[in-house]
């Protein structure tokens, strides 16, 4: 094998092993679970250069395949450990790593990943004053660094900042989770707080060229130009459409107030500092290989729609391709295809774009599905809905089925009447105002608290839906700021335009297909073609996803589409 991988599983470890074999190394892969094939397949990264082989670092290391180099991603990040606990993967196992790379025969380069901070909390690892995760980090560099010199490993350490990419939900996260959700009031430390990132993708390049480079020089791989921690709050809130702090509370004030009250593990008040660290080699080994880092505010802006789709890492994303795009002047969270979409679909109350997904996976082609302005992920905007959906229409070059289910089905015919030439076909689900009110839903609705309070388990209830992904998203989405209220006065809205709906599906020009569950039928007759769908009710594309889709794929063979 050309290299093997400590720490394989890990966010760092998947993604450098993933490097290497796109670059058609053979690499094994040392884990204790194999998690790693399934994602490497999902990825679509040819595994056909990997041999997975188990490995336990906290025990000296037997048995393993003869490498040219090595690589240790395998660490316990993690705060409030146990000292033993932390020590037995970042120092003892960093050293098995070390002891066990000295017998190769062949060996190039043992690459060993610490962290930015060693150089910046002194030469003795302090397990009281720092905390069990940073000491264990700082006596695991210090350690290998002594072993190394003493038996003649060429070595090479890169101590990178916080590393960014889908699948990071830990560190900063927290921080962007908490302004996501409105519960950072104000920002920890002070106006030069700098938290360096680097991205996933450069920091595993980084990594990869090392081994073919001289051996003893030592790397801090960081993005010198990450905004200051205020500026990066800021950026972030800007591009996910929620209010950023203005206020900052010093470091010194947190540690000394309760953990209850600040809710602010203490174990990271280290990292809150204004301290710049030594790049100049990473920067010109850098130069050296041709490696240019990406803007540090789009590689954050980016990041955050994967902690956004991910829910923090509490779920997988739903639909992709995924982010936050401004239309109408304001962060909307789209999904899918802006420019060659065969189907644009607009969810209803109180869900958001994942109530598509499960037809999604069933239609032939591309897919347009945003989240509502003021609702799910989307930002409100002070534009009515009508120019907002008309503004997200724009860059689409293609004509295709526009699909509404019961909420969006107003603002849906209206872009028809106006724009009949921007569309093949209107397809109107669950059509609210053709059907029966429902009484007890619309009272359960039209609280704003009542949903901030829903449960996915109570709103699957409530809907007459099984719990799944998508209800637990839009669980989620009511807890927010200001979404329940938004959705309360949008549901009371659609109740009184009824009538107006009505006398507008009159004036459509293109073709007009209505789809309804059995359960939640007509109750005005109308002059177009309904499909009703036998056991369903109100959310067929959720229960009833395959009749949805043969229902879509009929109206796209008679309009050509």
Same mark, same amino acid.
């Given at each position: 094998?050309?290299?093997? @991988?400590?720490?394989?599983?890990?966010?760092?470890?998947?993604?450098?092993?993933?490097? =290497?074999?796109?670059?058609?190394?053979?690499?094994?892969?040392?884990?204790?679970?194999?998690?790693?094939?399934?994602?490497?397949?999902?990825?679509?990264?040819?595994?056909? +250069?990997?041999?997975? @082989?188990?490995?336990?670092?906290?025990?000296?290391?037997? +048995?393993?395949?003869?490498?040219?180099? @090595?690589?240790?991603?395998?660490?316990?990040?993690?705060?409030?450990?146990? &000292?033993?606990?932390?020590?037995?993967?970042?120092?003892?196992?960093? =050293?098995?790593?070390?002891?066990?790379?000295?017998?190769?025969?062949?060996?190039?380069?043992?690459?060993?990943? $610490?962290?930015?901070?060693? $150089?910046?909390?002194?030469?003795?690892?302090?397990?009281?004053?720092?905390?069990?995760?940073?000491?264990?980090?700082?006596?695991?560099?210090?350690?290998?660094?002594?072993?190394?010199?003493?038996?003649?490993?060429?070595?090479?350490?890169?101590?990178?900042?916080?590393?960014?990419?889908?699948?990071?939900?830990?560190?900063?996260?927290?921080?962007?989770?908490?302004?996501?959700?409105?519960?950072?009031? /104000?920002?920890?430390?002070?106006?030069?707080?700098?938290?360096?990132?680097?991205?996933?993708?450069?920091?595993?390049?980084?990594?990869?060229?090392?081994?073919?480079? *001289? %051996?003893?020089?030592?790397?801090?791989?960081?993005?010198?130009?990450?905004?200051?921690?205020?500026?990066?709050?800021?950026?972030?809130?800007?591009?996910? +459409?929620?209010?950023?702090?203005?206020?900052?509370?010093?470091?010194?004030?947190?540690?000394?107030? *309760?953990?209850?009250?600040?809710?602010?593990?203490?174990?990271?008040? $280290?990292? =809150?500092?204004?301290?710049?660290?030594?790049?100049?080699?990473?920067? %010109?080994?850098?130069?050296?290989?041709?490696?240019?880092?990406?803007?540090?505010?789009?590689?954050?802006?980016?990041?955050?729609?994967?902690?956004?789709?991910?829910?923090?890492?509490?779920?997988? #994303? +739903?639909?992709?391709?995924?982010?936050?795009?401004?239309?109408?002047?304001?962060?909307?969270?789209?999904?899918? &295809?802006?420019?060659?979409?065969?189907?644009?679909?607009?969810?209803?109350?109180?869900?958001?774009?994942?109530?598509?997904?499960?037809?999604?996976?069933?239609?032939?082609?591309?897919?347009?599905? #945003?989240?509502?302005?003021?609702?799910?992920? $989307?930002?409100?905007? *002070?534009?009515?809905?009508?120019?907002?959906?008309?503004?997200?229409?724009? #860059? @689409?070059?293609?004509?295709?089925?526009?699909?509404?289910?019961?909420? /969006?089905? !107003?603002?849906?015919?209206?872009?028809?009447?106006?724009?009949?030439?921007?569309?093949?076909?209107?397809?109107?689900?669950?059509?609210?105002?053709?059907?029966? *009110?429902?009484?007890?839903?619309?009272?359960?609705?039209?609280?704003?608290?009542?949903?901030?309070?829903?449960?996915? %388990?109570?709103?699957?209830?409530?809907?007459?839906?099984?719990?799944?992904?998508?209800?637990?998203?839009?669980?989620?989405?009511?807890?927010?700021?200001?979404?329940?209220?938004?959705?309360?006065?949008?549901?009371?809205?659609?109740?009184?335009?009824?009538?107006?709906?009505?006398?507008?599906?009159?004036?459509?020009?293109?073709?007009?297909?209505?789809?309804? !569950?059995?359960?939640?039928?007509?109750?005005?007759?109308?002059?177009?073609?309904? %499909?009703?769908?036998?056991?369903?009710?109100?959310?067929?594309?959720?229960?009833?996803?395959?009749?949805?889709?043969?229902?879509?794929?009929?109206?796209?063979? /008679?309009?050509?589409?």
């Amino acid at each position: 094998m050309d290299a093997i @991988v400590f720490g394989a599983t890990g966010f760092i470890g998947r993604a450098l092993v993933a490097e =290497l074999l796109t670059r058609g190394q053979r690499v094994a892969a040392a884990v204790r679970n194999d998690t790693l094939t399934p994602w490497l397949t999902s990825q679509g990264v040819d595994i056909g +250069g990997l041999c997975i @082989v188990t490995a336990d670092i906290t025990r000296p290391l037997v +048995g393993l395949p003869e490498v040219r180099d @090595v690589y240790n991603a395998a660490g316990r990040f993690a705060f409030g450990l146990g &000292e033993q606990e932390a020590r037995a993967t970042n120092v003892t196992g960093a =050293l098995n790593v070390l002891e066990w790379a000295a017998t190769l025969p062949g060996l190039r380069r043992l690459v060993h990943i $610490s962290g930015y901070r060693v $150089s910046a909390t002194g030469s003795h690892p302090d397990y009281a004053r720092l905390g069990a995760y940073e000491a264990s980090k700082l006596e695991g560099d210090l350690a290998v660094r002594a072993r190394a010199d003493t038996l003649s490993v060429p070595l090479t350490i890169a101590n990178p900042s916080t590393v960014i990419g889908a699948g990071q939900h830990i560190g900063l996260a927290a921080l962007v989770e908490g302004l996501w959700n409105g519960r950072l009031p /104000a920002l920890p430390g002070g106006p030069d707080t700098f938290l360096p990132v680097v991205t996933i993708d450069y920091f595993v390049r980084f990594l990869a060229e090392i081994p073919a480079s *001289p %051996a003893g020089e030592h790397y801090w791989v960081l993005d010198d130009t990450t905004p200051l921690l205020p500026e990066l709050i800021g950026t972030l809130a800007d591009h996910m +459409g929620v209010r950023a702090p203005r206020r900052t509370v010093p470091a010194g004030l947190l540690r000394r107030l *309760p953990r209850r009250l600040t809710g602010a593990d203490p174990e990271t008040l $280290s990292f =809150l500092s204004a301290d710049r660290y030594p790049t100049a080699s990473a920067r %010109a080994f850098a130069s050296r290989t041709g490696l240019e880092m990406p803007p540090a505010a789009d590689a954050l802006r980016a990041w955050a729609g994967d902690l956004v789709a991910a829910r923090f890492g509490a779920a997988s #994303p +739903g639909l992709s391709p995924y982010g936050f795009h401004v239309v109408s002047g304001r962060p909307t969270w789209v999904t899918g &295809e802006r420019q060659s979409p065969t189907h644009v679909l607009l969810h209803g109350l109180p869900m958001n774009a994942d109530v598509w997904a499960p037809l999604a996976a069933r239609l032939p082609g591309p897919i347009l599905a #945003p989240d509502l302005p003021g609702l799910g992920r $989307s930002a409100a905007t *002070p534009q009515p809905v009508d120019a907002w959906l008309a503004d997200l229409m724009r #860059p @689409v070059q293609t004509r295709p089925a526009l699909v509404a289910h019961s909420l /969006a089905c !107003g603002p849906a015919l209206r872009f028809a009447v106006d724009h009949p030439d921007r569309i093949s076909s209107l397809v109107l689900v669950s059509p609210a105002f053709l059907q029966a *009110p429902a009484p007890r839903l619309e009272r359960s609705f039209l609280a704003a608290p009542l949903m901030r309070r829903m449960t996915a %388990a109570r709103l699957a209830r409530a809907l007459g839906v099984p719990e799944g992904p998508a209800v637990h998203s839009a669980a989620e989405d009511l807890r927010r700021p200001g979404v329940a209220r938004r959705a309360a006065r949008a549901l009371r809205t659609t109740v009184a335009d009824r009538r107006q709906a009505r006398e507008l599906l009159d004036r459509v020009s293109v073709p007009v297909q209505l789809i309804v !569950g059995s359960a939640d039928p007509l109750v005005e007759a109308v002059d177009f073609p309904v %499909a009703e769908i036998t056991g369903a009710g109100h959310y067929p594309q959720l229960t009833h996803p395959s009749q949805v889709a043969h229902h879509l794929g009929a109206v796209s063979a /008679a309009t050509g589409g």
